[in-house]
């Protein structure tokens, strides 16, 4: 059952700081411990929605008339 936790603002950042610390200075990074814990930080901190990436450019092969041997 999920439970709705009523936290005041410096609850909630302080509730962040740490889970931030707990998750950034962990010895193993990919355990189910902070791999919860990063889950439940982007709960409390979304990341911000990104920029879509530029798309990419297209290069064309150059053409042989430009690059003809001179001799």
Do not use: C, W
Request: aromatic share 6%; hydrophobic share 30%.
């Amino acid at each position: 059952m999920p439970q709705h936790l009523d936290l005041s603002d410096d609850e909630a950042a302080a509730l962040t700081r740490e889970l931030h610390d707990i998750v950034e200075n962990d010895r193993y990074p990919f355990s189910p411990r902070i791999q919860t814990a990063r889950a439940v930080l982007n709960k409390l901190r979304p990341e911000p929605a990104r920029k879509p990436l530029p798309p990419l450019k297209v290069y064309a092969p150059p053409s042989k008339g430009r690059y003809k041997r001179r001799g």
